[in-house]
């Protein structure tokens, strides 16, 4: 069996995501969801109430006063943003661990994962762009694949490192040409089992080469460029960090300049200090 086809079988028997979360994210799809529905099914998960709590009271959100209840943040927060809490309280148990094959210690992955959320959004504001929904939970989703390399299958990324510093190609063009196949497109299976939408799937296949993708789209563009800004930031860069560059037709087509750049990269620290209670799991 190849190295590719290992890595995908491997993917395969890993464990979905909570069966709570699953839920209610099937129910957040409709239009004419019963909030007392909603809250009641979080409330059976204890952890998922104890950490959507904890999301809805960081400092990001600006809430006036403190939320002291699920039913009170669904209110509050919206079905949207809702989603986004469950997902991210989801992940955040093994994204907040050491991701050993890309030196990424632990928290920082997770700091990344958050710190591209948050920019996706950001940028998307400083272009005037009026995003769709799954904007923050495709920027909080893009690395999902490192996670399962450097944890579940346990990648050497020392011989892919080396590849990449001769050659002088990226990182992710590296991991093609020795295990043919990449940390996106991982990612982008592992999503696509867990029956995320397409969309959210799509980004995370292309967020390193979006000029690849058949199907672009705004959220793709922002995921990238706030990505590559982070990267560039080291904020949760590994040792692929620096083997990144942006596209240079996205950043000619939104005629990219520091003065748009910069501000988004200091509101990119700022939410994150407003998302400090996120990464104490």
Same mark, same amino acid.
């Given at each position: 069996?190849?190295?590719?086809?290992?890595?995908?079988?491997?993917?395969?028997?890993?464990?979905?995501?909570?069966?709570? =979360?699953?839920?209610?994210?099937?129910?957040?799809? *409709?239009?004419?969801?019963? +909030?007392?529905?909603?809250? /009641?099914?979080?409330?059976?998960?204890?952890?998922?109430?104890?950490?959507? %709590?904890? %999301?809805?009271?960081?400092?990001?959100?600006?809430?006036?006063? /403190? &939320?002291?209840?699920?039913?009170?943040?669904? @209110?509050?927060?919206?079905?949207?943003?809702?989603?986004?809490?469950? @997902?991210?309280?989801?992940?955040?148990?093994?994204?907040?661990?050491? &991701?050993?094959?890309?030196?990424?210690? =632990?928290? *920082?992955?997770?700091?990344?994962? $958050?710190?591209? !959320?948050?920019?996706?959004?950001?940028?998307?504001?400083?272009?005037?762009? #009026?995003?769709?929904?799954? !904007?923050?939970?495709?920027?909080?989703?893009?690395?999902?694949? #490192?996670?399962?390399?450097?944890?579940?299958?346990? $990648? *050497?990324?020392?011989? +892919?490192?080396?590849?990449?510093?001769?050659?002088?190609?990226?990182?992710?063009?590296?991991?093609?040409?020795?295990?043919?196949? *990449?940390?996106?497109?991982?990612?982008?299976?592992?999503?696509? !089992?867990?029956?995320?939408?397409?969309?959210?799937?799509?980004? &995370?296949?292309?967020?390193?080469?979006?000029?690849?993708?058949?199907?672009?789209?705004?959220?793709?563009?922002?995921?990238?460029? !706030?990505?590559?800004?982070?990267?560039?930031?080291?904020?949760?860069?590994?040792?692929?960090?620096?083997?990144?560059?942006?596209?240079?037709?996205?950043?000619?087509?939104?005629?990219?300049?520091? #003065?748009?750049?910069?501000?988004?990269?200091?509101?990119? &620290?700022?939410?994150?200090?407003?998302?400090?209670?996120?990464?104490?799991?």
């Amino acid at each position: 069996m190849s190295r590719r086809n290992e890595i995908i079988e491997r993917i395969r028997s890993l464990q979905g995501l909570p069966a709570s =979360a699953v839920q209610i994210l099937n129910m957040i799809q *409709d239009p004419d969801i019963d +909030i007392g529905e909603l809250t /009641k099914i979080i409330e059976f998960d204890p952890g998922l109430t104890a950490n959507l %709590l904890k %999301l809805a009271n960081s400092a990001y959100f600006g809430m006036p006063r /403190k &939320v002291n209840s699920v039913r009170e943040a669904a @209110i509050r927060l919206g079905t949207n943003r809702i989603s986004q809490l469950v @997902i991210a309280s989801a992940i955040a148990p093994i994204a907040s661990k050491a &991701v050993k094959g890309y030196d990424l210690p =632990a928290g *920082d992955l997770w700091t990344h994962a $958050v710190a591209v !959320a948050i920019g996706t959004e950001k940028m998307g504001l400083a272009l005037n762009l #009026k995003l769709p929904d799954h !904007a923050f939970t495709a920027g909080l989703l893009h690395d999902i694949g #490192k996670i399962i390399m450097g944890t579940f299958i346990e $990648v *050497d990324a020392s011989p +892919i490192m080396q590849l990449a510093f001769n050659e002088g190609v990226s990182f992710d063009a590296a991991e093609r040409e020795i295990l043919g196949i *990449d940390h996106a497109e991982v990612g982008s299976l592992l999503l696509a !089992a867990w029956k995320l939408p397409t969309d959210i799937t799509e980004i &995370v296949r292309y967020h390193h080469i979006p000029d690849e993708a058949e199907h672009g789209s705004q959220v793709l563009e922002m995921v990238h460029l !706030a990505n590559n800004l982070c990267l560039l930031g080291g904020i949760g860069s590994g040792m692929d960090g620096l083997n990144y560059r942006p596209s240079r037709i996205i950043v000619e087509k939104y005629n990219l300049k520091p #003065k748009i750049t910069e501000p988004v990269v200091m509101q990119i &620290v700022t939410g994150l200090e407003g998302f400090h209670s996120w990464f104490n799991q």
